[in-house]
């Protein structure tokens, strides 16, 4: 498909730019890697959301291109829909449906906002994701590795339900082929697998380890950066995985969800689904097929998970508490370039489990 086919799709620029107040500060929804995204209202009422390519973007119409080219393709309840694009001289926008209660991060990471999601809620919003990207990688025509998958990249519409965003990094294959190779690094450290991060290495697998750190983060209500814990300093990985280990994992369930004994069982198990996700080798973690069926029926017996890659940080603050709360650090990410160290000292040779979940497709390194 080329650009020129979605001429059906392609918005007035002055339409856009009157629907929001000529991209006033007061419609700004919110600034990401390619631009800023803001809300915008048409003449026929219709609330819009509108992503305006940063100017100084130097891949900024590759990106562009490949986010309206990709999502006009893509159908899906947990996809965020692209309703059109405008392109005036230098100017790129992309508008979408509005979606009153913004990202995730939003809420699970605010001091506030966070007590509106209980587990119910926040147990829905990780079977959304994990029903999108499987829907990414298995079931839409071409196989989508997304490779920014993130908090601030799940939105949430009026019923708290998640629809996955921003397809600018994304990369697509044919239904064959299951990786690739990239001399450019694109994400975001924290969720970024480790094999992508040290030799560019990528494939459906790097999803589901950015997956796996997501639901980490739902459970936990934290963010993965380095925090002090006593007189350590780890991450949020490392901090799971000894919890895993010395059988202490509800310890690092956030306090404001109500765990009645059911939910308990339901939040306990994200723990290990999501360790299982952020597994080193990229053998050793299940696909999103796997996975949805691990969120769906809680007979299935999981296997036991391996030890997760450790990123260990460039500025770590001595300072900083254990799972400090996300309002009291607000650098920005370009301050808080990250070191990636070697994941582990040692080498693991893939290890098969024999279990009741069918680990189906296997990507070497």
Known sequence: MDIGTLE????NFSIVRAATNDFSENNKLGQGGFGAVYKGTLEDRQEIAVKRLGRDSGQGD??????????????????????GFSIEGRERLLIYEFLPNASLDHFIFHPIKRILLDWEKRYKIIKGVARGLLYLHEDSRLRIIHRDMKASNVLLDEQ?????????MARLFNPEETQGNTNRIVGT???????YVMHGQFSVKSDVYSFGVLVLEMVTGQKNQCFRNGEIIEDLLSFAWKGWQNGTTSNMIDPTLKTGSHSLHDILRCIHIGLLCVQENVSDRPTMGSIVLMLN???ITLPRPLEPAFFMHSDIDPEVPLFQDYSSSTRSSSSRKSKISKSTSRIKSPTFSINDVSISEIIPR
């Open 8 to 11: 059906s799709m392609q918005y």
């Open 62 to 83: 590759i990106e562009f291109k490949n986010e309206v080219l990709l999502v006009a393709k893509l159908q899906h309840r947990n996809l965020v829909r692209l309703l």
């Open 160 to 168: 708290m339900n998640p629809k996955i965003a921003d397809f600018g």
């Open 189 to 195: 450290y924290g969720y970024m697998a480790p094999e």
């Open 297 to 299: 029926g809680s007979s």
